[in-house]
């Protein structure tokens, strides 16, 4: 239904425009969780605890039946048996036996992206992509044939002032795109069943059910179609005024179902979804070029306005003594001609790194050269 209010631009928030198309399936749905649990080797290019918890009982149990996990990260995380930084990944070794567990999600590094699935192309390795929201997978597949438009290439239209409206279905634009980028839009349109950051700020809020309480489906990480479990429809009411039509549920129903190639809703089953073998990527590894950087992590979780107990920076023990910070103290962050000042926590974290999980306001990607000071 969205794809026929946004037929001429739609932007799912992932840049899949600048990847090729043969990895989209492989990207779009993650490989069946059974198969984590049976792997004997497997790297992680994410951090399970912070990002997606649920998956960490399935490594456990991998681990439990002999499995070797070998994390590509910016801390040491103890379910490892080895830890890789990134900017030494040359040091990883895959054979047809990996299973090589990364995420896709809008703030993706599309470099990084590439290199992983370069990395398990060339060993011949399992790779699975886990995404940060709860129909991801679903959106990707319903709209794997439309014109999409990358979150940059949007930001870019409307800085440039070709984009005088926006329409935001149950996202939070806040997250995503600079508040100055933001505020040259004409017309701000958020519909949403829940209150945002960006909601404050919106032209029209268009209000709804929340999740819980829809009719419809979703799809998860492994392609499982699963019932919502509610009975509401406003929201796709809404969108029917919208289009200047009625969208009828069991019509809308019956086409997702079709796409989906399944005949009906059923999540114990998981689908067979075609996933045809991409061919070889170039990637051009990135490596870090300022002394000191600030390294987000993109993390599921957000708080819409509750308090948030993450407002911290994580270092290592070195930068604290180097710093000669206090305990209990700040540490002073200077980039992109703005400074702050953020709480910290010792943690086993690569040296001249911060690590956060939470947005602080002056990153310019998912990684940010700084300068810090006590």
């Not at 930001?155 to 505020?183: H, M, Q, R, Y």
């Not at 017309?187 to 945002?196: E, M, P, R, Y």
């Not at 429809?233 to 997702?256: C, P, Q, R």
């Amino acid at each position: 239904d969205l794809q026929k209010i946004a037929e001429s631009y739609l932007c799912t928030g992932a840049n899949f425009e600048a990847l090729p198309r043969d990895a989209y399936q492989t990207l779009s749905v993650g490989i069946p969780y059974s198969e984590i649990e049976a792997a004997k080797h497997i790297v992680l290019f994410i951090d399970p605890y912070e990002q997606y918890p649920l998956i960490v009982r399935r490594l456990l149990s991998a681990k439990k039946k002999g499995a070797k996990i070998t994390s590509v990260w910016w801390k040491d995380l103890p379910i490892a048996d080895e830890n890789i930084r990134p900017a030494d990944v040359s040091k990883l070794q895959l054979t047809k036996d990996s299973l090589v567990i990364a995420d896709f999600h809008p703030l993706s590094d599309i470099e990084q992206v590439k290199n992983v699935l370069s990395l398990a192309k060339n060993a011949g390795a399992k790779i699975t992509f886990l995404k940060p929201f709860v129909n991801s997978t679903g959106a990707y597949l319903l709209s794997k044939d439309a014109k999409q438009k990358s979150l940059a290439q949007l930001v870019e239209d409307i800085n440039k002032g070709t984009i005088k409206t926006l329409f935001c279905l149950e996202s939070d634009p806040s997250e995503l795109i600079p508040a100055e980028i933001l505020g040259k839009l004409t017309n701000l349109i958020i519909q949403t069943g829940q209150a945002n950051a960006a909601t404050a700020k919106a032209s029209v809020i268009i209000a709804h059910e929340p999740l819980y309480r829809k009719k419809g489906t979703i799809v998860n990480n492994e392609g499982r179609v699963q019932a919502l479990g509610g009975a509401g429809t406003s929201g796709l009411d809404a969108l029917g005024a919208i289009a200047g039509t009625k969208f009828e549920f069991n019509t809308l129903h019956e086409s997702v179902k079709k796409a989906l190639s399944i005949s009906a809703v059923d999540e114990f089953t998981i689908p067979k979804y075609d996933r045809p073998a991409y061919g070889a990527i170039q990637a051009s590894s990135k490596p870090i070029e300022a002394k000191t950087a600030l390294v987000s992590v993109y993390n599921p979780f957000m708080w819409y306005g509750l308090p948030d107990d993450n407002d911290f920076v994580e270092v290592n023990l070195n930068m604290v003594k180097a710093l000669k910070l206090l305990k209990g103290g700040y540490i002073k962050i200077k980039s992109n001609g703005s400074s702050l000042e953020k709480r910290f926590k010792v943690s086993p974290v690569q040296d001249n790194v911060l690590l956060t999980g939470k947005k602080l306001g002056i990153e310019k990607g998912s990684l940010t050269p700084i300068e810090i000071s006590r």
